[in-house]
């Protein structure tokens, strides 16, 4: 059996080694390393896929939600509300511009941002909310957009771990994640769904005039060259990686559905079992499960921890602490206990290998011994 890892990227290249490699051979030939014509291409293809008007390569995932926060304006002091069961990166840049982040717990069966909570933490200093479309299905956008109008709140979505999935709206309308919100974001960091050979992000945004702010700002602000307008940042996808992920894009939807076969294999082998939660599906959104993410009840983790690392199957806990317990983020307008479902998450989850290339004979050797971890471990 082929060694199992958390995500295999050197399988999945082997499957797509030769394409892969002429397209990045192609940059090499053509010397045109930064802001080349592959890096234009794939930007198309990416805006076709989404079915949105304007993608913005950039640097990094982080970026995107940082030059996110700053096309809007936002000032010092203004309040944008987000998760704090999340990555540190959607609460980094709030800090970074110096912007009050107002956290919110989670709902305990799909880990996304809890929507009566959003609601009431919304104040006359509310300008955006940061959804995190976590561990890759998407918060309840429709009700979100709602209270968006309603307070004239600018909604950025934070699609790093979501990019492919779906979001119905009611009225029957389908839009991609990060397609629906004021700006959307996304990382191309190796692990993720859609992952470069280093770093890469982008923001997508339907509005004409901020997708021509974004493309300033990540430029030096720059708009007629040498002659800057706003503070920017420097922030570019290169070519080389672009060149990767114009390949990887036309694979995508067929990466999205075997991490949805690995997943469904998983969910049939513990359904119904006493101490094992399976991922909850939200209303209204497809999963590209970036990550499969459990619940466990009445059982000592770290034993399955070490019994799983005994075995040699990696696995994750993401995140053992959730934001406001984040010794950079201490506030005194948050202590332990503000967060219950979140904090309860964050001792009670793990995450299982989840990657396009798991075959039968890992899962199986996986989940048996997953199984037999519970068992040992249960208190
Ligand atoms: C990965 C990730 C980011 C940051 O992306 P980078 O490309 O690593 O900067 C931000 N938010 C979430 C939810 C992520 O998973």
């Not at 060694?3 to 892969?20: G, P, S, T």
């Not at 690392?309 to 934001?323: L, N, T």
Request: aromatic share 8%.
């Amino acid at each position: 059996m082929r060694k199992i890892q958390m995500v295999d990227l050197q399988k999945q290249y082997q499957e797509i080694k030769q394409e892969v490699d002429s397209s990045i051979q192609e940059v090499i030939n053509n010397c045109t390393f930064i802001n080349g014509p592959t890096v234009k291409q794939f930007q198309a293809n990416l805006e076709k896929y989404l079915e949105v008007k304007h993608v913005i390569p950039c640097g990094n995932g982080t970026d995107s939600l940082q030059v996110a926060l700053m096309a809007l304006d936002l000032q010092p002091g203004d309040e944008v509300i987000t998760t704090t069961f999340t990555f540190i990166a959607t609460a980094e840049v709030i800090a970074l511009l110096k912007l009050t982040p107002v956290l919110v717990d989670v709902y305990p069966d799909t880990f996304n941002i809890d929507m009566d909570a959003v609601e009431k933490a919304i104040t006359d200093k509310t300008k955006a909310v940061i959804p995190v479309h976590l561990f890759g299905q998407c918060v309840d956008m429709e009700r979100l957009m709602n209270l968006a109008k309603k307070h004239n709140l600018y909604i950025i979505e934070d699609a790093c771990q979501a990019i492919g999935a779906d979001y119905h709206f009611s009225n029957g309308e389908i839009k991609k994640a990060g397609t629906i919100g004021t700006i959307g974001c996304t990382s191309f960091f190796p692990s993720k769904n859609l992952g470069c050979y280093g770093d890469g992000g982008a923001a997508f945004t339907n509005d004409d005039d901020l997708a021509k702010k974004l493309r300033g700002i990540v430029n030096h602000g720059m708009f007629v060259r040498y002659y800057h307008d706003i503070v920017g940042v420097n922030s570019r996808l290169d070519s080389i990686q672009a060149a990767v992920l114009d390949v990887k894009l036309k694979h995508l939807d067929a990466y999205n559905q075997r991490r949805n076969e690995a997943a469904a294999f998983y969910n049939q082998t513990f359904a119904n079992h006493e101490n094992i939660i399976t991922p909850v599906l939200g209303k209204q959104t497809t999963h590209v499960f970036h990550q499969y993410t459990l619940i466990l009840k009445n059982i000592d983790r770290a034993k399955v921890v070490a019994y799983m690392q005994e075995k040699e199957i990696p696995v994750m806990i993401y995140y053992p602490v959730p934001m406001h317990l984040q010794k950079a983020y201490q506030d005194p307008r948050y202590k332990t206990g503000d967060f219950p479902v979140s904090e309860y998450l964050s001792q009670h989850v793990i995450s299982l290998p989840m990657h396009t290339e798991l075959d039968p004979e890992q899962l199986n050797y996986i989940t048996s011994n997953f199984l037999k971890a519970i068992e040992l471990a249960k208190k």
